[in-house]
T-cell receptor
């Protein structure tokens, strides 16, 4: 069965510090990978998605970046955190179905980031 | 107008009640519809996944899609305090589109 891991679970960082959040998926090949941010009362905001190694699409211009160095690894980074980067960061995966064109999307446990 | 609208609640019901959660949407190209349950400080958990119009049942949960009205529902029968969570609807066009559009979630409280 498929499993998705995220770490760290919780992070407190000062403004201006760098960030690296990691996500790995087990039990599937060539997944589509996603980074979302969830702010209280504002729903899920899609930040990045990737359909393959080295292929990153950005949805929101900001000081965050994403990389996919391996098929099942997705990394969210920042060189200098802002207060507004605080939130709950979720990694997700899906597999594009050849027949239906879509599949369910599954989420990781999330990383709660507080920038002080 | 948002692509997906969902009442934020909170919705409070007594234990054993039938719960109805709803989302409306504006994009007629959506074909895939999902419901997620999210407990506080946890990642969303997929509950139901449906394609096109119709009903799907899984235990105490029933998902309904009415594409003509652009309206989807999740029914929870015999609600339990453990059902207390935020419920998110999500939709996708499919056909090579990689994006999923989410509602903001409805907070449900089931009172013992």
């Amino acid at each position: 069965s498929q499993t998705i891991h995220q770490w760290p679970a919780t992070l407190v960082q000062p403004v201006g510090s760098p960030l690296s959040l990691e996500c790995t998926v087990e039990g599937t090949s060539n997944p589509n990978l996603y980074w979302y941010r969830q702010a209280a009362g504002r729903g899920l905001q899609l930040l990045f998605y990737s359909v393959g190694i080295g292929q990153i699409s950005s949805e929101v211009p900001q000081n965050l970046s994403a990389s996919r160095p391996q098929d099942r690894q997705f990394i969210l980074s920042s060189k200098k955190l802002l207060l507004s980067d605080s939130g709950f960061y979720l990694c997700a995966w899906s597999v594009l179905s050849g027949t239906s064109g879509a599949s369910e999307q599954f989420f990781g446990p999330g990383t709660r980031l507080t920038v002080l | 107008q948002k692509e997906v609208e969902q009442d934020p609640g909170p919705l409070s019901v007594p234990e054993g009640a039938i719960v109805s959660l709803n989302c409306t949407y504006s994009n007629s190209a959506f074909q895939y519809f999902m419901w997620y349950r999210q407990y506080s400080r946890k990642g969303p958990e997929l509950l139901m996944y449906t394609y096109s119009s119709g009903n799907k049942e899984d235990g105490r949960f029933t998902a309904q899609v009415d594409k003509s009205s652009k309206y989807i529902s999740l029914f929870i029968r015999d609600s339990q305090p453990s059902d207390s969570a935020t419920y998110l609807c999500a939709m996708s066009e499919g056909s090579g589109t990689y994006k999923y559009i989410f509602g903001t979630g409805t907070r449900l409280k089931v009172l013992a």
